[in-house]
């Protein structure tokens, strides 16, 4: 990233982060990355919940 | 110093723009072969050892229990640091300088490129790298925004499915059998109250509820003006049409115009969710 700011003029830097960057980011990373990571952390939390209360439940 | 894009290169901004949304949405098996070169590359082009074990996955899901498998515990994919095509927003910005421009020393960027061109999500670790294989399918509605109203949106070959609507992820059931009226009306999160209304549809939230009529239009093309009190929301407005297909539907419609002036007849709505005023309307309009 500091080799591209270092040879290229902020106004250019902005442009292509705008036009490129930031609309890929929105089409793909926003929604597919999210989504899938969200799914996942839920999916993880739930089972590692699960865990605990079955281990409560195994110990009382 | 580049101080400015030429005709050309201004050219290229949407071509890379498309270039990389086609990349970060591809589905189907990874090539393990491309991936395992371009692990390596990512590795040495900044002079690090390359991984001793490179791991593949079925899907984030399955990376995260093979992170914990091999880390007893330490580690899982969601506390780790994730790659590939799961960060295309950042690898098309450098891409574009590397591939349209004569900026320089950015080859230390090809290998999270070709990483992000195969593989699905990655997390690194000095001695192993994760690479999760891509979706199966991801749909999408005409706007571009992840849903499938009868199945999952996202799903991987291993069984992973993601829910969504409009872009906003939602509970199986909800998709699979349909939200219950009062439980999604009373749920915590105001968005995901909407989300439901709109699954369950606005008629029938608007029939649970008993909404009153403000304004009955002759013309049912034009519309009833409706007011309902939904709770922990207060009292709402829709317009109750019938469209062109001879479905009948209701639209949210705010109590008054952007100038402030009451929307207070089925005329008046219709005419707001075209952007005009009521005696602009012209029944025509509709198409």
């Known amino acids: 990233m500091n080799n591209v700011v270092d040879q290229v003029s902020y106004q250019v830097v902005y442009q292509v982060w705008v036009q490129v960057r930031v609309q890929v980011s929105n089409q793909v990373v926003d929604q597919v990355r999210d989504q899938v990571w969200d799914q996942v952390s839920e999916q993880v939390r739930n089972q590692v919940v699960g865990q605990v209360v079955d281990q409560v439940k195994a110990t009382i | ?287």
């Open chain 2, 1 to 287: 110093m580049l101080d400015k894009l030429n005709e050309e290169q201004l050219n290229k901004l949407d071509i890379c723009k498309d270039k990389w949304i086609e990349i970060g949405l591809k589905t189907g098996p990874i090539d393990q072969e491309a991936a395992v070169v371009a692990v390596n590359k990512a590795y040495t082009v900044v002079g690090l050892t390359p991984p001793e074990s490179i791991v593949f996955c079925s899907s984030p899901l399955d990376m995260d229990e093979k992170i914990k498998e091999a880390s007893n515990g330490k580690h899982t994919f969601v506390s780790s640091y994730g790659f590939a095509n799961c960060w295309v927003g950042w690898v098309s910005f450098i891409d574009y300088f590397k591939t349209y421009t004569d900026v320089k020393n950015l080859e230390a960027f090809e290998g999270l490129r070709d990483l992000a061109y195969n593989c699905g999500f990655v997390s690194f670790f000095d001695t192993h790298v994760f690479i999760s294989e891509r979706p199966e399918y991801i749909k999408m509605d005409d706007t571009g925004r992840t849903h499938c109203e009868n199945g999952p949106a996202i799903r991987y070959a291993d069984g992973l499915e993601v829910y969504i609507w409009h872009g906003n992820r939602v509970p199986k059931s909800w998709i699979t059998e349909g939200p219950d009226i009062d439980q999604a009306l009373h749920h915590e999160n105001i968005e995901m109250r909407r989300v439901a209304s709109e699954i369950i549809g606005w008629d029938k939230i608007l029939e649970h509820y008993q909404a009153k009529v403000i304004d009955e239009d002759a013309d049912p093309q034009i519309g009833t003006l409706l007011k309902v009190n939904i709770p922990d929301v207060g009292e709402e407005y829709f317009l109750k049409v019938l469209c062109g297909t001879g479905r009948t539907f209701a639209i949210p419609v705010p109590d008054q115009d952007d100038e402030g002036k009451p929307i207070d007849t089925a005329l008046a709505a219709n005419a707001w969710t075209y952007g005009i005023k009521p005696w602009e309307y012209k029944p025509e309009v509709r198409t």
